[in-house]
């Protein structure tokens, strides 16, 4: 982590499995849930910091995420999430194409 973290990080106790690198909402019962891949904790390239990221775009040929800063203008570009992605945003349209009846 570079000189100038943009979060503190904090030490809780937790009986649930986590996953290094992920970021989580904590309920106040202690359910926590798991918001990747729509953030993640990743050390910026650009500067070191330890920043979270969210997917900004895809690239030109589908073929990448760009994962921009919450806090910077850096971005970095994650082939690894496109399929992940891709799946995701498949079922919504699906979704989108046949609305319930009712
Ligand atoms: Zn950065």
């Known amino acids: 982590m570079g000189d100038n973290p943009v979060f503190k990080p904090i030490e809780f ?3 649930q499995p986590l ?7 904590r309920h106040e019962t202690g359910a926590m849930l798991d918001l990747s891949p729509f953030y993640l904790a990743h050390e910026c390239p650009t500067c070191g910091n330890l920043e979270i990221f969210y997917p900004n775009r895809m690239t030109s040929a589908r073929t990448g995420v760009m994962m921009k800063s919450t806090d910077t203008t850096h971005e970095f570009r ?14 919504a349209s699906e979704e989108a194409a046949d609305p319930p009846a009712g």
Not at 19 to 25: G, H, N, Q, W
Not at 81 to 89: D, N, R
């Open 13 to 15: 106790a937790t009986d």
């Open 19 to 25: 996953v290094e690198d992920s970021i989580y909402l």
């Open 78 to 91: 994650d082939d690894e999430l496109v399929k992940e992605f891709a799946s995701l945003t498949a079922g």
